[in-house]
């Protein structure tokens, strides 16, 4: 691991300069066509907001929009393939809650909570950022892969 992790860091050391060098073109150069720091160069002095802090701001949108929902959707998608009977539980909780295609919607999904379980595996399987989401060890512990790991 120490190679991959030294490596990790050198890539964003050079992922760090480049994203600079991008902003501090950016700010020197005016333009009359708007782009996505365009309202957040407008209000900078009143705001206080650095280079290195729009830096990190456009790197958030470039990890934004690179795809995410697809990434997770596909995973969720090749697992719900690979193991049938999970497949058929989540069919199951849907059919049972809606009886039309058209009651479905970000609002009335929201209540299903094995749905909810599947999408928050997916992600944590295939995480389609960087980092994955946090995993929290409840009460007592738990062994994971024969290492024990203590509540938080």
């Given amino acids: 691991m120490p ?36 309202r957040t160069l407008e209000d900078r002095q009143t705001n206080k907001i650095s280079n290195v802090r729009l830096a990190a701001h456009a790197s958030d949108f470039v990890a934004a929009g690179s795809e995410p929902t697809a990434t997770v959707l596909s995973c969720i998608t090749c697992y719900l393939l690979k193991i049938p009977n999970v497949g058929r539980r989540l069919l199951e909780e849907i059919r049972a809650i809606f009886k039309s295609c058209n009651d479905i919607n970000a609002a009335s999904a929201s209540s299903l909570p094995y749905l909810h379980a599947v999408a928050l595996e997916g992600t944590r399987i295939y995480a389609p950022l960087p980092l994955g989401p946090p995993r929290i060890v409840l009460r007592g512990g738990d062994t994971v892969d024969g290492h024990f790991l203590p509540a938080q």
């Fill in 3 to 38: 190679g991959i992790i030294k490596d990790l860091v050198q890539d964003t050391k050079r992922h760090e300069a480049y994203t600079m060098a991008l902003i501090d073109k950016n700010v020197e150069t005016s333009s009359n066509r708007p782009d996505y720091l365009t």
